[in-house]
């Protein structure tokens, strides 16, 4: 407000119904973007043992495409990588990972992809794997992830309301945004316009305290880990 000499909330309010530009800039302000790695840890678990093997072995792949939507800094895309890279072997043939890691704030998205973090964003993240997948920064101000795991990852700026990607995906991360943060009249059109996102029998993965929209149809919860869900083989997900 004291940028646009603005002062008082109803001056600041009429400003942004005027100016677009404005309101895309006060909506990035107030966006949440604090994440970590690992993030839930016993998601990432059943992920690991569960989602990405039965993704992999139930149809001929040849390159596991996924959507983290909301990516923030990267957490949960460089999280999915390292989980790639730790069990992949199991895999014969081995199909490519392809990540698109999308988010509104710009600002956000250059920290993913310069691909560094303070170390308050690996306590989830073992000793041993540390060592592995980060290389420690100077005077221990942060890691940064090994050059190797931005391989394969794709930063785009969208807007969940307005911008979806054109692509279809085995994998999708919608978690701690979409259903947390807007109106329940905003999440069942837009969330169903995500699900159009998922391949028929892909999964769709959401924040351990959200949950779908009411009204809509078309998912099968996982019965190991409640904030994962399948879609419906034959691909269809309606809003009631």
């Given at each position: 407000?004291?940028?646009?000499g603005?002062?008082?909330v109803a001056?600041y309010?009429?400003l942004?119904d ?17 994440s970590r790695?690992?993030?839930d ?8 043992e ?7 072995h139930?149809?001929?792949i040849?390159?596991l495409?996924?959507?983290?939507a909301?990516?923030?800094?990267g ?11 730790e ?16 988010d509104?704030?710009p600002?956000?998205l250059?920290r ?5 973090f303070p ?5 989830e993240?073992?000793?041993a ?6 290389l420690?920064q ?9 050059p190797f ?10 807007h969940l309301l307005?911008c979806?990607?054109e692509?279809?995906?085995?994998l999708i991360?919608?978690?701690?945004n ?7 009249e ?6 169903e316009?995500?699900?159009d996102?998922?391949e028929?029998?892909g999964?769709l993965i959401?924040g351990?305290?959200?949950k ?8 099968k919860?996982m019965?190991?880990?409640?904030a ?13």
């Open positions: 407000m004291g940028e646009c603005c002062r008082t001056d309010i009429r942004l005027q100016e677009e530009g404005l309101r895309n800039r006060c909506e990035q302000l107030m966006s949440v973007s604090i790695f690992f993030r840890r016993a998601l990432w678990v059943v992920l690991g569960h989602v990405l093997p039965d993704l992999i139930h149809r001929p040849h390159v495409r996924v959507w983290c909301g990516c923030a800094s957490e949960e895309v460089y999280s999915l990588k390292i989980l790639w890279e069990g992949k072997q199991r895999f014969d043939p081995t199909p490519d990972l392809r990540i698109l890691a999308t509104m704030n600002h956000c250059a993913g992809k310069r691909g560094i170390p308050s964003s690996l306590k993240v073992p000793e794997m540390r060592s592995r997948y980060f420690q100077n005077r221990k101000r942060g890691f940064a992830v090994r795991l931005k391989k394969g990852i794709d930063w785009r700026a969208q307005s979806l990607p692509e279809s995906f085995h991360f919608l978690r701690n979409l259903l947390t943060y807007y109106r329940k905003v999440k069942a059109p837009v969330f316009k995500v699900a996102c998922l028929p029998a999964c959401i351990s305290h959200e779908l929209p009411p009204s809509v149809q078309g998912f919860r019965p190991a880990q409640h994962i869900f399948l879609k419906e083989p034959h691909g269809n997900v309606s809003v009631l």
